[in-house]
């Protein structure tokens, strides 16, 4: 059981937009700056959103990341086929002294 | 280009030891801190351990003393010492980095714990 929650999984339709959120506490989310992963099947993980809400380079704004308090979450709006993938927060924790990630949220694009 | 290529891999009985390596090249490696994630089949990214440019090391609860992660940057590589293997130890393990986010990750090297 991981110490920042994410739902198991989210779906949408193409062109919908949908949200997945990311769970935590003071000691994580709540004063540490929050990243998002992605993961096809089969690949290694690619980093979407640095720092709650920065875009690295090549990643199309159609990826979105906000931060509130002890939660985060990530928006994908004109959902893609190409988007079905697994979505992963990863933070910092002060209290454990190290790195955690959620739990995983796959997406499915009906 | 950034290139990270994990190996060292393998099958291992429990209570065994590995290395892994995680060879570096496309960047300046001594300017960056590295981390080992590794995957289990089916389920999620776990962080195992990052070492910071400066050799500050981190470990994740699970590790108990077990594994060592270690850096040598005139070689442009990294190493994770893994002893006392379980079963629940079996995974894809990755090497990663960035300067903000870990925007370059190996290919991951599988190991597998089990008699």
């Known amino acids: 059981q991981s110490v920042v929650t994410q739902p198991p999984s989210a779906s949408g339709t193409p062109g919908q937009r949908v949200t997945i959120s990311c769970s935590g506490s003071?000691?994580?989310?709540?004063?540490?700056?929050v990243y998002w992963y992605q993961q096809l099947p089969g690949t290694a993980p690619k980093v979407l959103i640095n720092?709650?809400?920065q875009r690295p380079s090549g990643v199309p704004d159609r990826f979105s990341g906000s931060k509130s308090g002890t939660s985060a979450s990530l928006a994908i709006s004109g959902l893609r086929s190409e988007d079905e993938a697994d979505y992963y927060c990863?933070?910092?924790?002060?209290?454990?002294?190290?790195?955690?990630f959620g739990g995983g949220t796959k997406l499915t694009v009906l | 280009e950034v290139q990270l290529v994990e190996s060292g891999g393998g099958l291992v009985q429990p209570g065994g030891s590995l290395r892994l390596s995680c060879a570096a090249s496309?960047?300046?490696?001594?300017?960056?801190?590295m981390h080992w994630v590794r995957q289990a089949t089916g389920k999620g990214l776990e962080w195992v351990s990052g070492?910071?440019?400066?050799?500050?090391?981190f470990y994740a609860g699970f590790v108990k003393g077990r594994f060592t992660n270690s850096r040598e940057n005139a070689q442009n590589s990294l190493y994770l010492q893994m002893n006392s293997l379980t079963v629940g130890d079996t995974a894809v393990y990755y090497c990663?980095?960035?300067?903000?986010?870990?925007?370059?990750w190996g290919q991951g090297t599988l190991v597998t714990v089990s008699s």
């Open positions: 003071s000691s994580n989310i709540g004063s540490q700056n």
């Open positions: 720092r709650n809400n």
């Open positions: 990863s933070v910092w924790d002060v209290s454990l002294t190290g790195w955690v």
């Open positions: 070492i910071g440019a400066a050799g500050h090391i």
């Open positions: 990663a980095t960035g300067l903000e986010g870990w925007d370059s």
């Open positions: 496309g960047f300046t490696f001594k300017n960056y801190d």
